[in-house]
């Protein structure tokens, strides 16, 4: 392995072993990327088979327990598997090129970070395969459905969960250690780059939530195994204290697929504005904020479990506060384009939609806050619309705007821009046609994770599914394009972007095995 | 029937291949029902109550609260986007800070959430007063049906199950064969509502016998989690008569999207007869619990409540779904010894989705389930089971 003052004049190692044994943070960033990819299709076609299904009323296609099964996959797919992972992956990539860093601070544990993650999702979808089936009792796994009720494979559901959280966690110290002692010199906090702001905010969050995670389900494991009542009234528990755990752990969980994104959004929109990120001390502050209220107003998952007058105004007014930093982010943004010099490439489109969109997400969030209000709006699709416009042209358009943008650094090529283009517009097409409806339909009353509906939902369910289709094989066009990058194209230069400024940029295209060996002057 | 696609991935994805040609030239030819083309329903109902239409009325404050930030954000983006181009030569500036500018927008968002959080706690503060109800009702949820029990009357208890009413032909659409037409109320019609004065405070206390269900009625803005083990609250003043019509909304397994909830209002008048009368058919049935039945009036009353209760785990021939739901037809307990089956439809199989029927069915339904479930599907045990079998089992 490469060690000391000679390590960048090694190459990668040859073979396939390069990418077992590797503890290079380039090499462990792209199969983070790539497993998220591949990851993102299997929850995608998930996906497709509940579109298919919910194109028409009547069941069509699956039985109502695999439309069950195929509602949780979905969801566990997409949050562990797609979402998490491709984060990490753009975090181990641009982390230690941002501040300046050789690699990250512990390149082994990185790799085994990594590496267990594909056993998490083979044991996850092994089940698809059991007699018992898959688990089928939604992403929130609420109890008893989830314990008493659950089909045997839940056990195997457990250890998945256990595994992809000891990866997180591992990941989080990993980007802790990095940000807080790789630091070039002359690189003060207030000097690092949002997207490094963010994930140090982000790695902080799941450190303090993923063992929740791991305690909720190893309560659930004892409950199913070893005759303890932790969520079961019967055995003196309680079934509500499961939402409660999970939930402290899934609003913070929230946050981390939304962070990141808000990173990457403020890197890619100075540069195609051609002016300084607006407000960057705020942008800090708004993130820490939000991190800090992530913590604050898990049970507004809960209005309807219950809970005393007192407890639901506190979730509902600590819930709306989010509302603020929020906003100030999203003003921020504007204002860097405002008075710019504004150029359209894919990246910046993904990164406007992201704004656009993101903004709409919020718009219901807060609508969703309002107590009395989400009586109404609780477990229908009002709520899968919600969650999916701060998810898809949130978390997941950063994601392919990160791609697009750090794409010539990372392979030295840059991209097709028609088909780039081509690609933002479909998937932005798609996912309004998608999504937009959703609102409708649950303001009118359909409740979520339902494989058939009355006849009052079929219209914008047919309008929801063919955006669905729309979207997801646009999704190949994305692979396509990316393939097609990593095997040649127009030789990028090291600034790649005529706005971009970052340590990043100072390094050739594509990217040496090893940067920074010796750490960059700051300025 | 519903067939066992789970154990195999491949299947519906084979199957879908096979019906996705019925399902294109289904839109193809606009055999899309006319009918529904007037259900683009856009907005939350306003429903018949005074929550309900404070509730609908704090949902468009904030709604258009929202689309008045929205108006002023987008818009300074859009100008922005058209106004700063660098195709048309824009020079970009190089401020990047203002703190006016960054205190007001911190500052005057503050203030709209306490403008929306003054109404939002009133309204709430008024939904969570549930005293002085002038009827209390409990409702139960179960996989997957709602029992409704009305508390504090004089005379025999009233107590039922409301089950989807829908014909499973009519959902069922998995084969090639045209399917059923879908009737007007279809998935939320109930073989028997729950049945509620008007313009009288109805409190429902609710709970469920397994997983966590929660009643909804959109018309009443009434949504609560049913959790076993532990007793909710909600109310209710309708102040319409009709028939409002909703779901459950928490995942609750393989059948959540089949258990809707339908509620009739009546007038008060019309309410007090009903109840009496429902109070006499319960006091019909608990004295025909002393009687004695013929093997065909238990195979026939039988085969109504297996339909009703049975049928969609164990299914409509009796082979189950196997491992979950096993078979009947030549099962072990159903022809097994009398003492056995009883035992396991009075009180479930503990760690399966087997429930204790003992609580839920009359003793004279329990009676003729039993019996014909020791004599359908050929197995002919041939042997009975009287309603006296059964109350004297659970006297034990």
Redo the contacts between chains.
């Keep these: 392995m490469a060690t000391g003052h000679d390590a960048h004049h090694h190459g990668p190692a040859s073979g396939i072993t390069r990418w077992f044994y590797t503890t290079n943070h380039k090499d462990i960033g792209s199969m983070y990327l790539w497993f998220s990819f591949a990851m993102f299709l299997l929850g995608g076609m998930f996906a497709l ?1 509940i579109r ?1 299904e919910l ?12 439309f ?2 195929m509602t949780t996959m979905h969801g566990l797919v997409m949050v562990f598997g797609a979402v998490m992972p491709a984060f990490v992956g753009l975090a181990n990539w641009m982390v230690p090129m941002m501040i300046g860093a050789p690699d990250m601070a512990l390149p082994r544990m990185n790799n085994w970070s990594f590496w267990i993650l594909p056993f998490a999702f083979t044991m996850l979808a092994s089940t ?7 688990p ?3 992403w929130t796994f ?1 109890a ?2 989830s314990t ?2 659950a ?1 045997d494979s839940v056990t195997y559901f457990i250890f998945a969960v256990h595994i992809m959280g000891a990866s997180s966690i591992m990941g989080s110290i990993n980007i802790v250690a990095t940000i807080q002692n790789l630091r070039a010199p002359g690189m003060t906090y207030m000097k690092m780059p949002l997207f490094v702001w963010t994930w140090l905010i982000t790695a902080y969050l799941l450190i303090a939530v993923m063992p929740v995670l791991a305690g909720v389900v190893t309560m659930m494991l004892f409950d199913i195994h070893f005759g303890t009542s932790f969520f ?3 055995g003196g528990g ?3 204290l499961f939402q409660h755990v999970f939930w402290f752990f899934g609003h913070p969980e929230v946050y981390i697929m939304i962070l990141p994104a808000f990173g990457i959004v403020s890197e890619i929109i100075p540069t195609f ?10 942008m800090v502050y708004a993130t820490s904020s939000i991190a800090f209220l992530s913590f604050i107003v898990w049970a507004h998952h809960m209005f ?3 809970m005393p ?1 007192a407890g ?2 506190f979730f ?2 600590a819930t ?2 989010i ?2 930093p929020t ?2 982010k ?2 921020n943004w ?10 359209f490439e894919t990246p910046m489109l993904f990164a ?1 939609a992201f ?2 969109l993101f ?2 997400g919020g ?1 219901t969030g ?2 969703l806050a ?4 989400d ?2 709006y ?3 699709y009002f709520v899968v619309a919600h969650f999916h416009y701060v998810l898809v042209p949130g978390a997941i358009f950063s994601i392919m705007a990160a791609a697009y943008y750090w794409l010539p650094k990372w392979t030295g090529n840059m991209y097709d821009e028609n088909l780039g283009k081509l690609h933002f517009w479909l998937s932005f097409v798609g996912i309004n046609v998608l999504f937009f409806p959703q609102h ?1 339909l649950g ?3 359909m ?14 369910n ?1 309008v929801s599914s063919v955006g669905a289709f729309i979207f997801g094989f646009s999704q190949l066009l994305f692979l396509f394009i990316v393939v097609k990058t990593v095997m040649g194209g127009k030789k990028a230069t090291a600034e790649v972007w005529e ?1 971009a400024e970052g340590l990043e940029w100072t390094v050739p295209s594509p990217a040496p095995y090893h940067t920074f060996s010796t750490p960059p002057a700051i300025k | 029937m ?8 491949l299947t ?1 994805v084979i ?2 291949i096979h ?2 040609r019925r ?1 294109l030239s ?2 193809v030819l606009g055999l ?2 006319p ?3 007037a ?7 306003e429903g018949i109550t005074a ?1 309900s239409r ?2 609908h009325s ?2 468009m404050l ?2 258009w609260i ?1 689309v008045a ?2 108006v002023v ?2 818009g ?2 859009i100008y ?2 058209i106004a ?4 048309k030569g ?9 703190t006016t ?2 205190i007001i ?2 500052v005057i ?2 203030i709209i ?1 306490i403008g ?2 003054i109404p ?2 009133r ?3 008024q ?2 007063d549930a005293s002085e109800s002038e009827l209390d009702i409990m409702v139960t949820g179960y ?1 997957w049906r709602w029992q409704y029990r009305y508390l504090n009357e004089d005379g025999a208890e009233v107590t039922y199950f409301s089950n989807l009413a829908t014909p499973a032909e ?5 084969s090639d064969s045209i ?1 059923a037409e ?1 009737g ?5 019609e109930v073989d028997e509502p729950l049945v509620i004065p008007a313009n009288k405070k109805v409190r429902f206390l609710l709970t469920s016998a ?3 269900h ?1 009643w ?1 009625v ?1 018309d009443f ?5 049913a ?4 007793v ?2 909600s109310w209710v003043i309708a102040e319409q008569t009709g028939i409002y019509r ?13 258990m809707p909830v339908v509620v009739e209002v009546k007038e008060p008048a019309e309410f007090d007869a009903w109840l009496a009368e429902k109070q006499a058919a319960a006091q019909r049935i608990a004295d025909a619990a002393s009687q004695t039945f013929t093997m065909d009036q238990l195979m026939e009353q039988g085969q109504t409540v297996y339909n009703t209760y049975c049928m969609a785990c164990h299914q409509a021939n009796g082979q189950g779904l196997p ?2 739901f096993p078979a009947l037809a030549g099962s072990a307990i159903a022809m097994g010894p009398i003492e056995g089956h009883i035992g396991i439809v009075l009180n479930g199989k503990a ?1 399966t ?1 087997m429930a204790a029927f003992g609580a839920q069915l009359s003793a004279v339904d329990l009676a003729a389930v039993i019996t014909f479930e020791r004599n359908a599907w050929g197995n002919n045990v041939g042997d009975m089971v009287q309603p006296v079998d059964i109350v004297t089992a659970q006297g034990e």
Aim: proline residues 7%; glycine residues 6%; contains cysteine.
């Design positions: 088979v298919a194109f028409q009323p009547g069941l069509q296609f699956v039985d109502p327990n695999f069950n099964q698809l395969f059991m007699d018992s089936g898959a089928n009792f939604g609420y008893p459905l008493t009720f089909p079961s009234a019967a309680d079934p509500v504005s051609r002016k300084r990120l607006f407000g960057y001390d705020s309807t479990t219950g007058l639901e105004l509902m007014y709306m506060l509302a603020v906003g100030v999203v003003f504007i204002t860097t384009m405002f008075k710019g010099s504004i150029s406007i704004v656009v903004t709409c718009f807060l609508m309002i107590a009395p209000a009586f109404q609780h477990d229908t409708f303001l009118a009353g409740p979520r994770r339902i494989p058939d509906y009355a006849l009052q939902f079929a219209d914008f047919m706005g | 519903l067939p066992m696609l789970s154990t195999n991935p519906p199957s879908c019906r996705l399902v289904a839109v899309v029902s009918s529904l083309l259900a683009w329903e856009l907005n939350m109902p929550l404070e509730t704090l949902h904030i709604f929202c930030i929205g954000v987008y300074v983006l922005s986007l700063y181009r660098k195709s824009a020079i970009p500036a190089t401020f990047h800070h203002n500018a960054e927008w911190t968002p503050f959430l929306m959080a939002s706690t309204v709430l503060t939904i969570y996989q009519q959902y069922e659409n998995f399917a879908k007007e109320n279809y998935l939320l397994d997983v966590i929660s909804w959109p803005a009434v949504k609560k989690d959790i076993p083990g532990f909710n609250e909703g779901q459950c909304t928490e995942l609750c397994g393989r059948l959540h999207g089949f491992p979950a760690g989705a």
